[in-house]
C-alpha cells in the first residue's frame, strides 16, 4: 500500500474532491475524506490546516484539497509548517510538483479544473517521485523559511 491521502475541500470544491477520493483509492492508496459532505457548508482555511497537520503530522503520505479556484486553500495550507502545497491545473504541474518540489499537498480548483483534468492531475502528483539531487538543496531551502 502506497500509504494514506488525506481530503478536504470547502463547499465550492466538493464535486471534485470525490472524484480525487475515487482517483486516490484506484491508485491504491488508503483513503481519508475530512468532508464536508454535499450540502455542507465549510471554511477552505478550516480545510487546509485540517489537512495540513494531518500531513505534516505524518498521519496521511499525501493531501488533497479542493477549493473554487485552489488558490485560497492553496495559500492556506502552505501556512503549516512542514507543508508544501501545490496549486496544479495540469498534469504536468502535478509531476514537477513531485518531482522539483517534493509537494506533500495537491490543491485544485473546482470552477477551474473538471473532473477528467482533476483525476488526471491526481494519478500524475500521486505517481510521482521527489527527484533529489539538486532539487533537495532548494526544497531545504524552502524549509528554512518556516523559521
Known amino acids: 500500500m502506497p500509504g494514506a491521502v488525506l481530503l478536504g475541500s470547502d463547499h465550492a470544491g466538493i464535486q471534485l474532491r470525490l472524484v480525487a477520493a475515487r482517483a486516490a ?3 491504491g492508496f488508503a483513503v481519508e475524506d475530512v ?3 454535499v450540502g455542507e457548508r465549510a471554511e477552505y482555511p478550516d480545510q487546509a490546516q485540517r489537512v495540513g497537520e494531518a500531513v505534516a503530522a505524518g498521519r496521511a503520505r499525501f493531501g488533497i484539497l479542493v477549493c ?3 488558490i485560497g486553500i492553496s495559500i492556506a495550507a502552505n501556512k503549516v509548517k512542514g507543508i508544501r502545497a501545490a496549486h496544479c491545473t495540469t498534469e504536468y504541474e502535478a509531476r514537477m510538483a513531485r518531482a522539483h518540489n517534493d509537494a506533500n499537498v495537491l490543491c485544485m480548483g473546482e470552477r477551474v ?9 491526481v494519478r500524475a502528483f500521486l505517481a510521482g517521485v521527489f527527484e533529489g539531487g539538486r532539487h533537495a538543496d532548494r526544497v531545504a531551502r524552502i524549509t528554512a523559511l518556516e523559521g
Open 25 to 27: 483509492a484506484e491508485a
Open 35 to 37: 468532508g464536508p459532505a
Open 113 to 121: 479544473v473538471g473532473a477528467g483534468l482533476g483525476e488526471a492531475i
Open 68 to 70: 473554487g479556484t485552489g
